[in-house]
């Protein structure tokens, strides 16, 4: 008997993760918040670049609230064509702007499940398309499926009455539980990186066409942002090489966008970072405030 009510339990706990998890009330942290909050001046889509670098005090002031922040879906420019689709398969609201993270390494990420709370966030109709899109670049197998429909986000389903409010703070510190600050510029000189052997990926060059494709379909104004990262990564030759071939796809479909060169901000200011591409707090602030200059004076309507 225990062991029955033990199993259905467990089956009604994925069930309810499945087709159930996107309704969950998370407070500033995904679609179902973002949706909640009705029209907007400006939305971000991207990944933890956009979390740590993008101020949402300073962008609440600068836009009255009106803006808000998805920053996840660990560098899946896959998983952001299916976060923007869900968003507008669930809202009638209206956004100003989009912004869209331009990742130079994006490109060369491999489709997979790479932050589970992109699953916790999707409709039962978006986990299939994700899945999908995983299926098709050769990225499941019977251990990823077990993980993807049974465990992955399990122990938010579980902890949620705890961690939810504790979650809803970070939304303003850059998912971080106090301020972020950088280990200094030995610490940064320091640490070892190698993107050299990173190769792309064809279905992330494709969902950048994708991108732009369905927001023309909508009439949807759209922008990719390219986030300043620490001297050494930003100009790094392979960087460089996947930010040009970035731009070259933006260019071929007349898309805008606003690199981090067209922002004042100074990349070499070890205080500015916490490693080589997510700021500290004072970093945070100081590109934020160029941004939102360069986002009113530099975008016009599609």
Known sequence: MALTAAILLIA?????????????????????????????DVLFIGSSTFRANV?????????????????????????????YEEIRRRSDAEYGLIVFELGPMMLTQEVALSDSRVI?????EGKKELWKSMYDAGSTDLPMMYEYFVTSGMDDLVTFPLTEPFYGTRYYKGAKTDESVSPGREWLEQEEFDISDKTPVKAQEDAVVDIIQKCREDAQSFVFVESPCYYRLQDDPTFIRYRDEFIRILDENDAQ???ASDVDFDSHEADYFEDMNHMSASGRRAYTRELIKALENGVKDE
């Open 12 to 40: 009604v706990a994925v069930f309810f993760k499945n087709v159930y998890s996107c309704e969950m009330p998370v407070r500033n942290r995904g679609i179902r918040d973002a949706v909640r909050t009705g029209d907007l």
């Open 55 to 83: 101020d949402m005090p300073m962008m609440d002031e600068a836009y009255d609230g009106r803006v808000y922040d998805i920053s996840y879906g660990g560098n899946q420019l896959v998983a952001t064509v299916i976060q």
């Open 257 to 259: 966008y606003i690199l």
């Open 120 to 124: 916790w966030d999707l409709s039962w």
